[in-house]
Nanobody, 128 residues
Framework: QVRLVESGGESVQTGGSLRLSCVVS????????MAWFRQGLGKGREGVAT???????QYGGGVEGRFTISQDDDQKAVYLEMNDLEPEDTAMYYC??????????????????????WGRGTQVTVSS
């Protein structure tokens, strides 16, 4: 059973930067398509970034240009570099994974229901 553990969430001021990490254990990271989601207080969970089978990133939630997703297979980890943070970015950030099918990532890239494995989240708070 794959296990995902996030870290790196902190309280920062507007314009600050953070790097979130998600360490994968229990299975081979290359067997999964990885993504980051977030959920603000009183809001639904939304897809922020995903990295495809060919390591091509895709972004949602209006973060493109500020956030960068990357994956290090040797470290068994996926990262989310966040720059120019805004109060609207305040949320619990979750790492998510879905099993590849014949080496491909199928289903919606940032569709919540497509991901079957989740971490417990790491809190990011951006103050103005």
């Amino acid at each position: 059973q794959v296990r995902l553990v996030e870290s790196g969430g902190e309280s920062v001021q507007t314009g600050g930067s953070l790097r979130l990490s998600c360490v994968v254990s229990g299975d081979t990271i290359t067997s999964y398509c990885m993504a980051w989601f977030r959920q603000g207080l009183g809001k639904g969970r939304e897809g922020v970034a995903t990295i495809g089978a060919d390591y091509t990133p895709q972004y949602g939630g209006g973060v493109e240009g500020r956030f960068t997703i990357s994956q290090d297979d040797d470290q068994k980890a996926v990262y989310l570099e966040m720059n120019d943070l805004e109060p609207e970015d305040t949320a619990m950030y979750y790492c998510a994974a879905k099993k590849k099918v014949f080496g491909y990532c199928i289903g919606g890239h940032l569709t919540l229901s497509a991901y079957g494995y989740w971490g417990r989240g790491t809190q990011v708070t951006v103050s103005s």
